[in-house]
């Protein structure tokens, strides 16, 4: 009886100190929301901007190693919000003497702190001036055009850079990202039609290692153009072929295209309002059209969750201008995408969730009322690339199977891959392994 009462006694001991334990251990640190920019070069003030998902205020901030960085400034508020998120202006003065590389940036709360968030001190920055829009260079374009004179010291700007624009036209913020042309320290990209007349304009450029200028503002009368309207299958088709493994390595697909398929440049408006790098690839053989759509979405995160600072307090308590929104604008890109077909002159006449190579996506079949004409498409969403292969015949001819089923991946260096299992493309969770194609 005795030993029974002392091993009670004793479990009892343990329950009360594992719950004291339990009450004075620090909670888990706070994860980012979202942090930009990412990179701080040597020999300048850079203000990172951090969304903290706490109504807390920031104390301090801590850099990790700290030698050759000052935090000069701590400026923001927590947020009551329903959402939930607080945003802080960082402001890092950076030595001309300090050791590039990684570092860590961690907020203190006053009763948490965030995960650290990796930042890079950069040896470079790309440097931008005279921003002006131009009318468009040839009568038969759609789109005006941005220009600017760009010095990158590094020459590693790439062969086709990110510039993020901003426009102010009296409504909305609209925000966007486009691929850019340089040449002789020119750089040339199209401005979408903005569907205003005047606008205030903001720019910026990162380099291939994603290293940010410092940002251009102008004020612009804008040429109203006559935009071309993306659909999937737009664009100018190339000349009868025979079928053959054609491979976009900048936008990691394969596939078995009639002869080697014209490329044109567009843009994408997604569902929560991101303007988005576009390329169109297409092709003829015999009666058949055949497209490929890839839309661009990694802009998506910084595009959405920088306007969403841009609106009134009132305002962000909107769901679709949250700054975690740009989630919901991946998850859904691939049904956004099939509701465009709704819009068309004719009827969805199937629809079903598919895989390509353990990529989920889905494919639906559409009938045009004008000519009777088939659409087969399949949708997916990969590496945060919108993909719509299109395939159109006319009445009474067999699905095209050759194109539809070819459909593969390839990873950032060329190479064929199959994932190991399921790749929903979500961005909470990490991307399963893959391995070599067959």
């Not at 038969?140 to 102010?168: C, H, I, K, M, R």
Request: with cysteine; hydrophobic share 40%.
């Amino acid at each position: 009886m005795p030993r029974r009462r002392l091993v009670c006694t004793t479990a009892g001991i343990l329950l009360i100190a594992a719950s004291t334990l339990a009450q004075t251990a620090p909670p888990p640190p706070l994860r980012v929301e979202s942090v930009y920019p990412r990179h701080a070069p040597r020999g300048q003030t850079t203000v990172v901007n951090v969304a903290v998902p706490s109504p807390e205020t920031v104390q301090s901030v801590e850099i990790s190693p700290s030698a050759g960085v000052t935090v000069a400034g701590i400026r923001g508020t927590g947020s009551g919000s329903e959402q939930n998120i607080g945003w802080w202006e960082v402001t890092l003065d950076v030595a001309r003497d300090a050791v590039p590389g990684d570092r860590l940036l961690v907020l203190i709360l006053r009763t948490n702190r965030t995960a650290p968030v990796p930042l890079v001190i950069a040896t470079h920055a790309p440097a931008i001036s005279d921003l002006r829009v131009m009318p468009p260079p040839q009568p038969n374009q759609a789109a005006a055009e941005l220009q600017l004179n760009v010095v990158d010291a590094a020459n590693d700007l790439g062969e086709s850079p990110y510039l993020w624009f901003t426009a102010d036209c009296g409504g909305e913020p609209i925000a966007g990202a486009v691929r850019a042309r340089v040449d002789a320290g020119v750089l040339r990209a199209p401005l979408p039609d903005l569907a205003a007349e005047k606008c205030d304009v903001q720019v910026r450029v990162t380099d291939a290692t994603g290293i940010e200028s410092k940002t251009l503002k102008t004020s612009a009368t804008l040429p109203r153009t006559i935009a071309a309207v993306l659909t999937p299958a737009g664009g100018a088709t190339a000349s009868d072929e025979q079928w053959n493994e054609f491979a976009s390595r900048e936008d990691r697909f394969t596939i078995t295209f009639p002869g080697r398929p014209q490329v044109t440049e567009t843009t994408w408006t997604s569902q929560y309002g991101a303007i988005l790098p576009t390329h169109i690839y297409t092709g003829r053989q015999g009666s058949g059209r055949y497209s490929v759509t890839v839309v661009d979405y990694n802009p998506v995160e910084r595009l959405l969750c920088e306007r969403s600072r841009t609106l009134p307090a009132l305002d962000l308590a909107v769901h679709e201008y949250g700054p975690g929104y740009w989630k919901t604008d991946v998850r859904s890109g691939v049904i956004f995408a099939a509701s465009k077909y709704l819009e068309k002159d004719g009827k969805v006449t199937n629809m079903f969730a598919n895989f390509a190579d353990l990529v989920a996506g889905m494919q639906l079949q559409f009938t045009s009322n004008a000519d009777q004409s088939r659409t087969y498409a399949s949708i997916y969403m990969h590496d945060n690339r919108l993909v719509i292969a299109e395939a159109t015949v006319p009445r009474g001819y067999p699905a095209p199977l050759i194109f539809q089923q070819s459909l593969g991946w390839l990873d950032e260096n060329g190479n064929r891959i199959r994932y190991q299992y399921m790749n929903y493309n979500e961005p909470d969770a990490p991307k399963p392994p893959g391995r070599g194609g067959r």
